[in-house]
């Protein structure tokens, strides 16, 4: 650990958080504050973004440094992406007696999550063809 790779992660924080604000504010204001789609959109393509990164990452002929890596990867995608807003997302929608939407947003969100970073990978490994 450097200084310079502690201030490449705050600095890509602040820059994921400020988009997750954005993001969220213009999903809330389009589709209304009932359910938590704006921190799904997020989470989905925060997680696509993430295996874009990782592929490149591993990828050494795309330039990706070990800091350029910290800063798009643990800085930026994790500001942007947010667990402990689909934990109490999820705690909000049981809480007001919406299990089955609840339960159909963590499916959503796990599996979504998931595929959207295989296809990060995916999409990289296709355009380096």
Do not use: C, H
């Not at 973004?49 to 795309?62: C, K, M, N, R, Y």
């Not at 994790?78 to 997302?89: E, I, P, R």
């Amino acid at each position: 650990m450097n200084l310079k790779a502690i201030v490449a992660v705050a600095l890509g924080g602040g820059v994921g958080s400020a988009l997750r604000y954005i993001v969220n504010f213009i999903v809330v204001a389009r589709v209304g504050p009932g359910f938590p789609f704006g921190t799904l959109l997020i989470n989905i393509t925060g997680s696509l973004l993430i295996g874009v990164v990782a592929e490149l990452a591993a990828t050494s002929s795309w330039g990706m440094t070990p800091l350029l890596r910290l800063f798009l990867a643990v800085g930026v995608l994790g500001g942007y992406t947010t667990f402990s807003t689909f934990a109490f997302d999820t705690v909000t929608l049981v809480g007001d007696r919406t299990i089955g939407i609840a339960t159909m947003y963590v499916l959503a969100s796990v599996s979504l999550g998931v595929l959207a970073a295989f296809a990060g990978q995916v999409l990289v490994r296709l355009a380096m063809r």
